[in-house]
């Protein structure tokens, strides 16, 4: 049964082409890390269009599990993360894991 994790942010305004190029980045290494798939969705209605949600695809629970485990100590998942943090051009506001009951 595939796993979702979807994390929703708030972009800052002006600052949606550093949020999409630190995406691009981190999609590469959940890819690498073992995420079947990467989404990255930008509210069209029904919420403020500064409001994105990344989402990563897993084949099942154990390639989730694997995954985190892994960016633990990931140097270059780390090394994004320590960007990131020093300028921010988005705040998280809410995530989840789910499963997914069609698979």
């Not at 500064?50 to 985190?68: C, G, K, L, R």
């Not at 988005?90 to 989840?96: H, V």
């Amino acid at each position: 049964m595939k796993v979702t994790h979807a994390t929703q942010w708030q972009v800052k305004m002006g600052r949606q082409g550093d949020f999409l190029n630190v995406n691009r980045k981190a999609a590469e290494i959940h890819k690498r890390l073992g995420a079947s798939e990467i989404k990255v969705l930008a509210a069209l209605a029904g919420a403020p269009q500064s409001q994105w949600t990344y989402v990563m695809i897993f084949d099942d629970e154990a390639a989730f599990a694997n995954a985190m485990v892994a960016m633990d100590t990931d140097e270059e998942w780390l090394a994004l993360g320590a960007e990131f943090v020093a300028d921010p051009p988005a705040e998280a506001t809410n995530s989840m894991l789910a499963r997914d009951l069609l698979t």
